[in-house]
């Protein structure tokens, strides 16, 4: 979602609940950094899933040439 669009859906959020508004203002920084271990989590999986990729593929590369 675009920034603009997030930042108008918090304001009428603030307008309506405030508290609930406020609150989310304060939880999203601390979700964000609780997910930061599996989106670590998930770059070492792609790369271990490249890499298996890449021995598997490595004979049909040798001999296509």
Same mark, same amino acid.
């Given at each position: 979602?675009?920034?603009?669009?997030?930042? +108008?859906?918090?304001? $009428?959020?603030?307008?309506?609940?405030?508290?609930?508004?406020?609150?989310?203002?304060? =939880?999203?920084?601390? =979700?964000? $950094? +609780? +997910? $930061?271990?599996?989106?670590?989590? /998930? $770059?070492? =999986?792609? /790369?271990?899933?490249?890499l298996?990729?890449? =021995?598997?593929?490595?004979?049909?590369?040798?001999?296509?040439?």
């Open positions: 979602m675009p920034e603009v669009v997030k930042f +108008l859906l918090w304001c $009428i959020l603030f307008v309506l609940c405030w508290p609930l508004a406020l609150l989310a203002l304060v =939880v999203y920084p601390l =979700v964000w $950094i +609780l +997910l $930061i271990p599996l989106r670590l989590a /998930g $770059i070492a =999986v792609d /790369g271990v899933f490249g298996l990729r890449g =021995v598997v593929m490595l004979p049909a590369r040798l001999v296509s040439r």
